[in-house]
């Protein structure tokens, strides 16, 4: 029979052993409290007024105009906040108080609050979380501060917080432990209100097209809708294998074709894929799609989109990013796949149908390429391949690049003068895809023949290509409507709206390896390493 009470307590200190002195030194201070029936983990308080409210009514004053004030015009005001700077002076201190948005001074003596309240003054620490009520007075530097009659500590903080002008200097800590990082760093707490405020610009955006939000499902039984390999999982009562969705296009499409004409998603897909300064296998998406239109209306819808989230944000259509100026003031710049791989390199337009000089050329370029690799592939591929080792880098400015192959492009509508390629366009800016969208695919006898393209692939060894999805085709028979879709990638262009290196930058808590508490030192993360996009 298990020993439950045993085995608890060695999982306590099995933690307890990792303490060092300074959190064994706040420990003390705990049981002091509780000793004196002191509760360190309070609830019921909360403030009246904001900081930021505080400094509106009073920062005008001068010290000797607020004396002169009666004191219930000064106060009694509640206000709660953590502790990020604290002094004290015996019998009397000072704290540096952050409510999340702003900082604020809280004076605390002796005999000014009841002595119960004092002896928490004196357990209280850089970190702690506190409460205050009182009066609102001017230092004799100036600052505005709450003089304290009540003062009470609502949760003890065992951990010391970082150093607090330096934070966390270690970049996989800070994605690690990001409640620290933002305590730390009011600019991390500013990009992801920015990011909040991106998402909430493109759901508006998209709710006043009179396009209507949907939720489909996370959980698939054929992975479609990108080329991709998937996380798998299973469903232990139906007995079933399930992949995570590396895409919600074709359920999506499904909607159009049960005649609801315009449709957007905003949520998570997932790809499991290596991890770059570009890629997280965890990222969010908006995916759109919208009867009757082509993929030339969505270029001119998306230009109007990010133009007006830059508006928004920013006043004005230029953006800074990694020193660089970039526009978005429409109209972007077009060009196709192909014109792109010529004007960034020696080849000529003819030259993009000879599959013997694009891949002696692309071997040339990049020595990671192997020759028996590049042989299997046809001549939509290695064109691809051409444009991403020429072009893509040179597109910083917002550029929509357009006639991608059909052979890449699996459900895509192929253009009606030359059925090699499709009616398609990816937007790139600072170098990176940001948006992927075209007019969609109807045919149902040309996409089951695609698929059955990318079923064999995947039989050969191709780990990205899809199964299948024999549903989705029989939806197609019911009668699509013509239909233009896109996805955009939102961790990406909030990277570029925030100025951000890395997409661990705007990502809350992106995926890293499992920390190590108990085998020496905790184990650490790799550096970001180039990927190859497929």
Not at 333 to 349: D, G, K, N, P, Q
């Amino acid at each position: 029979m298990v020993d439950f009470d045993k085995r608890r307590k060695a999982h306590i200190e099995r933690w307890a052993d990792l303490y060092n002195e300074q959190i064994h030194a706040r420990l003390e201070k705990l049981k002091r409290l509780e000793a004196l029936g002191i509760k360190a983990y309070k609830n019921g308080f909360s403030s009246d007024i904001s900081f930021e409210q505080l400094r509106e009514r009073y920062d005008e004053f001068s010290k000797e105009e607020l004396e002169k004030l009666e004191e219930g015009k000064r106060g009694p005001y509640r206000i709660v906040g953590r502790a990020m700077l604290a002094r004290s002076f015996g019998k009397a201190g000072f704290f540096t108080l952050n409510d999340g948005q702003h900082q604020f001074q809280l004076y605390v003596r002796k005999g000014d609050v009841p002595a119960e309240d004092f002896s928490e003054f004196k357990a209280a620490e850089y970190g702690d979380l506190l409460y205050a009520e009182g009066f609102i007075f001017k230092t004799n530097k100036g600052e505005l501060s709450l003089h304290a009659r009540r003062f009470h500590i609502l949760t003890k903080s065992i951990r010391p917080l970082p150093e607090k002008f330096h934070g966390l200097t270690d970049s996989e800590l800070c994605y690690r432990m990001r409640y620290v990082d933002m305590m730390m760093n009011p600019k991390v707490r500013e990009k992801f209100k920015i990011r909040s405020k991106i998402v909430r610009l493109i759901r508006d955006f998209f709710h006043q097209a009179d396009f209507l939000e949907v939720e489909t499902p996370m959980l698939h039984g054929v992975a479609g809708g990108a080329v991709a390999r998937p996380f798998k999982t299973k469903h232990n009562a139906l007995g079933m294998d399930l992949n995570l969705r590396i895409a919600p296009e074709l359920h999506l499409k499904r909607l159009i074709v049960g005649g609801l004409p315009r449709v957007f998603e905003i949520n998570r897909c997932f790809r499991n894929e290596g991890l770059s300064i570009k890629h997280n296998p965890e990222f969010t998406t908006i995916e759109f799609y919208w009867a009757y239109v082509t993929y030339l209306d969505l270029m001119t819808f998306t230009e109007n989109l990010f133009s007006s989230i830059v508006g928004e944000i920013y006043k004005g259509h230029e953006v800074s990013y990694g020193g660089k100026d970039i526009s978005f003031k429409p109209p972007f710049r077009r060009m196709t796949l192909r014109e792109a791989v010529c004007h960034y390199s020696s080849f000529e337009m003819e030259d993009l149908d000879d599959e013997a000089r694009m891949l002696e050329t692309l071997l040339k370029k990049n020595p990671s390429y192997e020759r028996e690799e590049l042989l299997k592939y046809k001549k939509g591929k290695l064109q691809e391949l051409c444009f991403e080792e020429f072009a893509e880098a040179h597109l910083i400015q917002p550029t929509f690049i357009t006639e991608y192959p059909a052979h890449v492009s699996p459900l895509s509508r192929r253009n009606d003068k030359n059925p090699d390629y499709v009616d398609r366009f990816e937007l790139f800016i600072n170098g990176w895809e940001v948006a992927n969208g075209f007019s969609e695919l109807n045919d149902p006898a040309d996409q089951l023949g695609r698929f059955a393209d990318q079923a064999i692939a995947k039989e050969m060894g191709d780990d990205e290509a899809c199964d299948v999805d024999y549903d989705y085709v029989r939806a197609l028979e019911y009668g699509m409507p013509p239909t233009a879709g896109e996805g955009i990638g939102i961790d990406r262009l909030c990277m570029l709206l925030t100025d951000s290196p890395s997409i661990r930058d705007v990502i809350l808590f992106p995926l890293l390896k499992n920390e190590l508490f108990f085998q020496g030192e905790l184990q650490g993360e790799p550096q970001d390493e180039p990927r190859d996009d497929p």
